[in-house]
């Protein structure tokens, strides 16, 4: 029995440098977010969490104890929107 399926597609790269995964490849890792890897001579593209603080949750909840993810989430937020409000400067 196969434990896994190995999946290889030519997929042509747009002007604005997009490319597409077909949906049967999305649906199968279950993400949106993705995390691209240029080996100098391959590019590997592999699943990202889509939330990495509730992905961490488990990791670090005996590390550090009580941790608030919503506080978390919050500053994240935060701190994102601060960084592009000064890009629009």
């Not at 080996?39 to 590390?63: C, F, H, T």
Request: charged share 30%.
């Amino acid at each position: 029995m196969l434990l896994f399926m190995i999946m290889k597609q030519r997929m042509r790269i747009s002007k604005g440098g997009q490319v597409s995964i077909p949906a049967g490849i999305r649906h199968r890792w279950g993400t949106s977010t993705v995390v691209l890897q240029d080996l100098g001579d391959r590019i590997v593209l592999a699943p990202a969490p889509d939330d990495p603080i509730a992905a961490a949750e488990g990791a670090l909840a005996e590390a550090l104890g009580g941790l608030d993810l919503a506080r978390l989430r919050r500053r994240a937020r935060a701190d994102e929107q601060a960084a592009e409000a000064r890009r629009r400067l």
